[in-house]
């Protein structure tokens, strides 16, 4: 580094703290609120991240589709001749249940992208609690949240998923969560009955197998047999070596694959599944995780209005009202929540909360 570039940046250094220090000293003659100033300034980056964020969501959702017909094509390719071969029947209960497994996978998933989470209107203006929200000058319900990406307030906003491209609220929760639960089962299927096929095609791959019978054109002067049986012989070994290879690396794929999802969608799942015991949404739960502690600190205690017991809870969340039962949750269905999310009876309200709700659903 030269004398002069060293000089300059020192000069540099020099002059930016001396700007900063004017600038806090201007902050806090002016009694500005500092978290309020950052987040002036952190504003166009914001803006940056909540742009590309919602293009990256776009390439997610294909990126999905692109897996999962891959790893079903590779099932139907290599999984089931294998078991086939091994029991017919038992091949059939398979197919049964890995198609029943599909179904919801893809029902679900579709239903989480295409459904809007839902929107505070007007109409929720003549309920009580009801704010305005600041930055997209909307009525604000309970439970609503406003998404940055989204750019608009969301009824019981959880969070917004890039892989949906789609923020998670009122009307969707339950497919992104019945989605995570099917999904979560559909990897552990394939990893359970592919093992035999990973243990057999990759661990302890069995040497030169058998392919179909070269045939010899025995028009042929008998001098050229053994030229041509050599030659027809070499091409269909290559053939076979290729479809090996291919099944192989497919395996190899496949098995990475359904093991990455089956881990992280089943710790997603697992707590997704407290937050709904528990009457939270994902953004709640920080909350009252906070406020818990805040109130702690000084020997109160911190009481969820919206947690009415466990049973209660869940089946708020699956909408299992008007006679709906097991059979909507696992067969797909396109029933709505409990509710229209502009209001939400506090725990203290639990006798009426159904009462309520068939009001709301008339």
């Not at 969501?57 to 891959?70: A, E, N, S």
């Not at 989470?117 to 997209?136: A, E, H, R, Y």
């Not at 010899?216 to 290879?245: G, M, Q």
Request: proline share 4%.
């Amino acid at each position: 580094m030269t004398k002069f570039e060293l000089f300059s940046r020192k000069k540099f250094k020099k002059s930016w703290y001396r700007f900063k220090n004017y600038f806090l000293t201007y902050i806090s003659s002016q009694n500005v609120n500092y978290e309020h100033t950052c987040d002036l300034l952190l504003e166009p980056l914001f803006k940056i991240v909540d742009k590309y964020t919602s293009i990256l969501g776009k390439i997610m959702v294909v990126l999905v589709i692109l897996l999962t017909t891959f790893v079903v094509a590779i099932a139907y390719w290599i999984g089931v001749p294998y078991w086939w071969n091994n029991n017919k029947i038992f091949t059939v209960f398979l197919i049964i249940f890995g198609n029943w497994l599909l179904i919801n996978v893809i029902f679900h998933y579709y239903m989480g992208v295409t459904t809007p989470p839902g929107f505070p209107t007007s109409n929720c203006l003549m309920f009580n609690d009801v704010v305005i929200c600041k930055k997209c000058d909307s009525p604000k319900p309970p439970r609503t949240h406003h998404c940055s990406i989204c750019n608009k307030c969301i009824l019981k906003m959880d969070h917004h998923c890039p892989w949906l491209n789609n923020c998670v609220g009122f009307y969707n929760h339950r497919y992104f969560f019945l989605y995570m639960v099917y999904m979560t089962l559909g990897s552990l299927f394939l990893i359970t009955f592919g093992a035999n096929i990973v243990f057999s095609e990759v661990l302890y791959k069995e040497e030169d197998p058998v392919g179909h019978p070269v045939k010899v054109n025995t028009s042929l002067p008998k001098t050229d047999w053994v030229l041509t049986f050599h030659d027809e012989y070499e091409d269909h070994k290559i053939e076979v070596d290729r479809v090996a290879e291919w099944r192989f690396w497919c395996i190899v794929v496949i098995t990475f694959i359904t093991c990455g999802v089956f881990i992280a969608l089943a710790i997603l799942t697992i707590w997704h599944g407290l937050l709904i015991s528990y009457g939270e949404t994902s953004i709640e739960g920080h909350i009252n995780k906070f406020e818990t502690e805040r109130l702690s600190a000084i020997n109160f205690e911190y009481v969820n209005i919206y947690d009415y017991g466990i049973k209660m809870n869940w089946i708020i969340f699956l909408g299992l009202h008007s006679g709906r039962n097991w059979r909507h949750i696992i067969f797909p269905s396109t029933h709505k929540p409990i509710g229209n999310g502009f209001i939400w009876p506090t725990k203290n309200d639990i006798f009426e909360v159904f009462y309520y709700y068939k009001q709301l659903n008339m």
